[in-house]
T-cell receptor
Framework: GENVEQHPSTLSVQEGDSAVIKCTYSDSASNYFPWYKQELGKRPQLIIDIRSNVGEKKDQRIAVTLNKTAKHFSLHITETQPEDSAVYFCAGGSYIPTFGRGTSLIVHP | SAVISQKPSRDICQRGTSLTIQCQVDSQVTMMFWYRQQPGQSLTLIATANQGSEATYESGFVIDKFPISRPNLTFSTLTVSNMSPEDSSIYLC????????????FGPGTRLTVT
């Protein structure tokens, strides 16, 4: 089955800085890579996703890049704000996505 | 999108007892999923529940411990049987997007504490 590795486990940045979270996957057949944001005590919510026929996707301050050859994908958050503080999960797969271990992002005002 | 509710939102149970968690969706969906999220951890898929057939369990999870029902296209239950403190976790149900995209939507979760 799919194996998704996520780094770093914790990321601390100053407000206004950029944040990058990286994930790798093992199954070359995986074709769907969503990113979820989970605030403390809340449910995971999809923030952006990318499919294997696309190399990059942007939505305002967030972007995701995918390198199929290297089997890695990344989440980029620019101009971080304190409300971006949360746990972010990457996921990957071709049927039911496998989740990474999560990155706790802390944005200091 | 889909609106998902779960009951109960939280419970404290004694070891050896069982708890049934309900998941209700506002749209008909083919696939419903049950996840476990232990404190500070990622989401682990327990099983996939399809209407009209037995649930498909992931490695490490068995039907005797986590029986699942899926009586119709908008409802499912997960039972955590013969509980031990190691079952203390958040249990989330999830559904695929009713409009047919790959997106998944999650319920609010059930926080279970076993004493």
């Amino acid at each position: 089955g799919e194996n998704v590795e996520q780094h770093p486990s914790t990321l601390s940045v100053q407000e206004g800085d950029s944040a990058v979270i990286k994930c790798t996957y093992s199954d070359s057949a995986s074709n769907y890579f969503p990113w979820y944001k989970q605030e403390l005590g809340k449910r995971p919510q999809l923030i952006i996703d990318i499919r294997s026929n696309v190399g990059e996707k942007k939505d305002q301050r967030i972007a995701v890049t995918l390198n199929k050859t290297a089997k890695h994908f990344s989440l980029h958050i620019t101009e971080t704000q304190p409300e971006d503080s949360a746990v972010y999960f990457c996921a990957g797969g071709s049927y039911i996505p496998t989740f990474g271990r999560g990155t706790s992002l802390i944005v200091h005002p | 999108s889909a609106v998902i509710s779960q009951k109960p939102s939280r419970d404290i149970c004694q070891r050896g007892t069982s708890l049934t968690i309900q998941c209700q969706v506002d749209s008909q969906v083919t696939m419903m999923f049950w996840y476990r999220q232990q404190p500070g951890q990622s989401l682990t898929l327990i099983a996939t529940a399809n209407q009209g057939s037995e649930a498909t369990y992931e490695s490490g999870f068995v039907i005797d411990k986590f029986p699942i029902s899926r009586p119709n296209l908008t409802f499912s239950t997960l039972t955590v049987s013969n509980m031990s403190p190691e079952d203390s976790s958040i249990y989330l149900c999830s559904v695929e997007d009713p409009s047919g995209t790959d997106e998944q939507y999650f319920g609010p979760g059930t926080r279970l504490t076993v004493t």
